[in-house]
């Protein structure tokens, strides 16, 4: 049985500017999954920069509110929602709230720094 808690993971700041904690990723555990989950983090009035990934990836908003904007196009989201990227989607998410935006990331297959590009 593998369990993780989230505090048992380093925290990192990604290329897009957020603050991720890696729970999930078959490289760096005996995993037979081909995605990868991470936790991610934005402060208030933040957002992150724009980029793109070579795969598909889900947020998952867990506490706060913002604005995802991919492809151009923008919604609100709030803890409940489910955002689907699709594969080199020009991505970014605005934290619209007062507190800490909290989401979880999925991507499949799992994330790779080199199937990512940081967009300017």
């Given at each position: 049985?593998?369990?993780?808690?989230?505090?048992?993971c380093?925290?990192?700041?990604?290329?897009?500017?957020?603050v991720?904690?890696?729970?999930?990723?078959?490289?760096?555990?005996d995993?037979?999954?081909?995605?990868?989950?991470a936790?991610?983090?934005v402060k208030a009035?933040?957002?992150t920069?724009?980029?793109?990934?070579?795969?598909?990836?889900v947020?998952?908003?867990?506490?706060?509110?913002?604005?995802?904007?991919?492809?151009g196009?923008?919604r609100?989201?709030?803890?409940g929602?489910a955002?689907?990227?699709?594969?080199?989607?020009?991505q970014?998410i605005?934290n619209?709230?007062?507190?800490?935006?909290?989401?979880?990331?999925?991507?499949?297959p799992?994330w790779r720094?080199?199937?990512?590009?940081?967009?300017?």
């Open positions: 049985m593998f369990v993780r808690q989230l505090e048992q380093p925290e990192f700041v990604a290329g897009d500017g957020s991720l904690r890696e729970l999930l990723h078959p490289d760096k555990a995993l037979s999954i081909g995605y990868s989950l936790h991610a983090a009035g933040k957002i920069t724009p980029h793109r990934l070579k795969t598909a990836e947020y998952y908003i867990l506490k706060g509110k913002g604005l995802m904007y991919i492809n196009k923008s609100p989201v709030v803890p929602c955002i689907y990227i699709p594969p080199r989607a020009r970014y605005k619209t709230g007062r507190q800490t935006l909290l989401f979880l990331c999925i991507v499949d799992a720094k080199e199937d990512e590009e940081v967009l300017k």
